[in-house]
């Protein structure tokens, strides 16, 4: 497994839950920047948060306000920090890695990252 993302959980709706991320010990990590991506039952995977090669984060809109994402590429991490999580945001949440050749019109596109993370799965239910 080259990335690896903590263990997620249940949480009820407003609460408040942190994933992180990290690619694993030897693996060349240059150039390359970190992102997550959450799928649903039934749904297609879809785009939560990422950064640009600029260094700005990038939200979808779901996730703008509420979460939080944070990295360190030198360490090879990503973190998300999600706050008042709501029931629709249950899913498997993945991270993922996209080549730094990447432009910023293609980096909330899933097939942009070739890397992915095991996923984990985020329960929001009271």
């Known amino acids: 497994v080259q990335l690896q993302a903590s263990e997620g959980g249940l949480v009820q709706p407003g609460g408040s839950l942190s994933l992180s991320c990290a690619a694993s010990?030897?693996?060349?990590?240059?150039?390359?920047?970190m992102g997550w991506f959450r799928q649903a039952p039934g749904k297609e995977r879809e785009f939560v948060a990422t950064f640009s090669r600029s260094g700005t984060a990038l939200y979808s809109d779901f996730a703008k306000g509420r979460f939080t994402i944070s990295g360190d590429n030198a360490k090879k991490t990503t973190a998300l920090r999600m706050n008042s999580l709501k029931p629709e945001d249950t899913a498997v949440y993945f991270c993922?890695?996209?080549?730094?050749?990447?432009?910023?019109?293609?980096?909330?596109?899933?097939?942009?990252?070739?890397?992915w993370g095991q996923g984990t799965l985020v329960t929001v239910s009271s």
């Open positions: 010990a030897g693996f060349t990590f240059r150039n390359r920047f």
């Open positions: 993922a890695a996209r080549p730094g050749s990447v432009i910023l019109s293609q980096s909330r596109a899933a097939s942009a990252y070739d890397l």
